[in-house]
Nanobody, 124 residues
Framework: QPQLMESGGGLVQPGGSLRLSCVASGFTVDHYAIGWFRQAPGKEREGVSC????????FYGDSVKGRFTVSRDNAKNTVYLQMNSLKPEDTAVYYCAAVIASMCPPWVNAYNYWGQGTQVTVSS
């Protein structure tokens, strides 16, 4: 059974950095598009970033472009989300998700497998 597990969340001050990890088991990440999503209280889950399988193309939501970087380590079967210059509005539960696709679907319902989420809180 494919599983995903996120880690690396926590409390950080505005302007700080965090690196989230998404470790996969039961499948290999280089065969799946891996997306990062987030959900803040009272808001819908939104796409943050994605690492596609076709050619390693990466995608970012407009609100995180230039601040977040997604990467993949096939040897560790892990996808990372490096988050820099964090803002209070980045506060949310962050999830990674996987789907067998060469490109990254932008919609939440396209993803088959989800992690349990990790809390990121940006506050002074």
């Amino acid at each position: 059974q494919p599983q995903l597990m996120e880690s690396g969340g926590g409390l950080v001050q505005p302007g700080g950095s965090l690196r989230l990890s998404c470790v996969a088991s039961g499948f290999t990440v280089d065969h799946y598009a891996i997306g990062w999503f987030r959900q803040a209280p009272g808001k819908e889950r939104e796409g943050v970033s994605c690492f596609s399988t076709s050619d390693g193309t990466t995608f970012y939501g407009d609100s995180v472009k230039g601040r977040f970087t997604v990467s993949r380590d096939n040897a560790k079967n892990t996808v990372y989300l490096q988050m820099n210059s964090l803002k209070p509005e980045d506060t949310a539960v962050y999830y990674c998700a996987a789907v067998i696709a060469s490109m990254c679907p932008p919609w939440v319902n396209a993803y088959n497998y989800w992690g349990q989420g990790t809390q990121v809180t940006v506050s002074s």
